[in-house]
């Protein structure tokens, strides 16, 4: 399964951005899909994580309210709609997929060892 992320740019605090991963392969849509993070000098973080069907969506607590994860099995891609962005949200952004979402209990419910297939990286930057 190949990924291709998308959609990252610069933007001003407040302010929304749209991110898309786009999946190629015959299986795509039985694959569920994650979104982690990687500021610079910090750990890989695990966002949110759809289903394979979309009936299913899990969300970190640091993202909960802001962001929304969407997928069209249709197309093909998954989506990461983010709103009310603030400067701590700069980082270069990741999309993943296998077969489940796993969602774990603590600080950190999303595991990027969970993930067999990534995607690189769009790098999102909001300015104050």
């Known amino acids: 399964l190949q990924l291709q992320a998308s959609g990252g740019g610069l933007v001003q605090a407040g302010g929304s951005l749209k991110l898309s991963c786009a999946a190629a392969g015959s299986t795509a849509d039985y694959y569920a899909i994650g979104w982690f993070r990687q500021a610079p000098g910090k750990k890989r973080e695990g966002l949110s994580c759809i289903s394979s069907n979309g009936g299913t969506t899990y969300y970190a607590d640091s993202v909960k309210g802001r962001f929304t994860i969407s997928r069209d099995n249709a197309k093909s891609t998954a989506y990461l709609q983010m709103n009310s962005l603030k400067p701590e949200d700069t980082a270069v952004y990741y999309c993943?997929?296998?077969?489940?979402?796993?969602?774990?209990?603590?600080?950190?419910?999303?595991?990027?060892?969970?993930?067999?297939?990534w995607g690189q990286g769009t790098l999102v930057t909001v300015s104050s």
């Open positions: 993943a997929a296998d077969r489940r979402c796993k969602f774990w209990s603590g600080t950190y419910p999303f595991r990027a060892a969970d993930f067999g297939s």
